[in-house]
């Protein structure tokens, strides 16, 4: 009797505890250090909105832009600490992780457009970057597109001598300091949440981005040049705490994925026309002078930076640059 009348109790336990658990949403912090009218920002925005219609709420995404969680240098660590579920780091920014091999995606000129970059990202290369963010405890999810970069200064930048001496910020990436180093400026690594102040107080001469982080973080009212250079790339890989997604219950972690597969589809449908929106809202805005390199121009900054992907082979890996080359280029 006592023990029917004890597995009865612990039965309701269960039902309590298990109707409180159903109650309660999975959380995923999402953190980023963008605005969020940017590809990235409202990719966030749009996975938020998918993750909670495709679970009917047992998943709620609480979404933090423009790095108001977490700065570019506290984010992976946070991640790893599972302080955070869900990043979309630039993929500039996985050497300090350990996984240098990233900052293929930072060569200069190394995709020359983006059917070159939709074939990258859904090729091999792409693959086995994922496959080394595993034993870091880290789940990728997808590959986000942003654009291609601009160079911002206070002078014009028309040939690789006006670069001599200027102050330039990178993202932490050895491969961009090796681009700037190229041009003969002085790269500058700093966090994306500091670059602004960094421009107005002259810390900074420049830097690069595509046109939306240019925009969306105001930078074309502290710099008074732009070369539309599109001499490299940024892009972003969504990554997720590998303990935490291998522990969601199947059904939820398949509803989330297709949230996932769709966001992307969606942010990587609007990136080029939200970096088209940021340079028309920039000429609108007249503060900024914007300059188109000849061929001449064009083909000198590439001469310059030539020697980049052979200083940073031993470094990305030689057989992954050229299985990247072969894949931009439609090779298999
Ligand atoms: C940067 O320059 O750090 C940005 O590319 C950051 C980002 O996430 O776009």
Do not use: C
């Not at 505890?17 to 995923?28: E, H, R, V």
């Amino acid at each position: 009797m006592r023990s029917a009348i004890l597995s009865g109790l612990v039965a309701v336990a269960m039902a309590i505890g298990n109707q409180a658990s159903a109650q309660q949403p999975i959380i995923i912090k999402f953190s980023h250090v963008v605005a969020p009218d940017t590809p990235k920002g409202k990719g966030a925005l749009k996975f938020q909105e998918l993750a909670e219609k495709y679970t009917g709420g047992k998943v709620k995404v609480e979404v933090f832009a423009n790095s108001t969680l977490y700065k570019d240098k506290e984010e992976l660590e946070a991640l790893q600490l599972g302080a955070v579920q869900m990043l979309a780091p630039s993929l500039a920014k996985f050497g300090p992780l350990g996984v240098k091999e990233f900052e293929v995606f930072d060569l200069p000129y190394i995709i020359p457009d983006k059917a070159a970059l939709a074939r990258v990202t859904k090729g091999k290369v792409a693959k086995e970057l994922f496959a080394k963010l595993a034993p870091k405890g880290i789940e990728g999810l997808a590959y986000w597109d942003n654009g291609f970069k601009i160079m911002t200064a206070n002078k014009p930048m028309h040939h690789v001598a006006d670069f001599h001496g200027m102050k330039m910020r990178i993202q932490s990436s050895k491969v961009l300091e090796s681009e700037m180093r190229a041009l003969g400026a002085i790269p500058q690594a700093m966090a994306f949440s500091e670059v602004y102040q960094a421009m107005s107080t002259g810390v900074v001469d420049g830097a690069e981005n595509p046109p939306s982080n240019v925009y969306t973080q105001k930078m074309h009212e502290v710099q008074k040049h732009a070369t539309m250079s599109n001499h490299g790339y940024v892009g972003y890989a969504v990554i997720v705490n590998k303990k935490f997604w291998d522990g969601l219950p199947a059904d939820i972690r398949s509803q989330v994925q297709k949230a996932m597969d769709d966001a992307t589809d969606y942010a990587n449908g609007i990136a080029q026309q939200e970096n088209d929106d940021a340079i028309a809202a920039m000429k609108k805005a007249g503060t900024m002078t914007f300059y188109e390199l000849t061929p001449d121009e064009k083909a000198e900054w590439m001469k310059a930076m030539q020697p980049v992907a052979d200083e940073m082979a031993s470094r990305i890996g030689k057989d992954l640059i050229e299985q990247f080359r072969k894949e931009a280029g439609g090779g298999s």
